[in-house]
């Protein structure tokens, strides 16, 4: 997937959940993007914020935290 829509759909996620408590928030941007979208682009994903995540929402950041153990092959 293109970066910047990669960056944009896990925006728009972060977005409707900002709302929510912090530590709801970022657990269900996790859940979501886990539960979603396709290996292959999670691991895009958490590729992309080791590398430095710009454009990325915090709460996708703070998301990736939880989806880096999830992502790895198999």
């Given at each position: 997937?293109?970066?910047?829509?990669?960056?944009?759909?896990?925006?728009?996620?972060?977005?409707?959940?900002?709302?929510?408590?912090?530590?709801?928030?970022?657990?269900?941007?996790?859940?979501?993007?886990?539960?979603?979208?396709?290996?292959?682009?999670?691991?895009?994903?958490?590729?992309?914020?080791?590398?430095?995540?710009?454009?990325?929402?915090?709460?996708?950041?703070?998301?990736?935290?939880?989806?880096?153990?999830s992502t790895s092959p198999g």
């Open positions: 997937m293109d970066d910047a829509k990669m960056v944009h759909r896990a925006n728009e996620i972060a977005r409707f959940w900002a709302a929510y408590p912090h530590d709801e928030a970022v657990t269900a941007v996790a859940g979501h993007i886990r539960n979603f979208w396709e290996p292959r682009f999670r691991r895009q994903l958490v590729e992309y914020g080791h590398n430095g995540g710009a454009g990325l929402h915090d709460l996708v950041k703070e998301a990736l935290r939880q989806l880096a153990p």
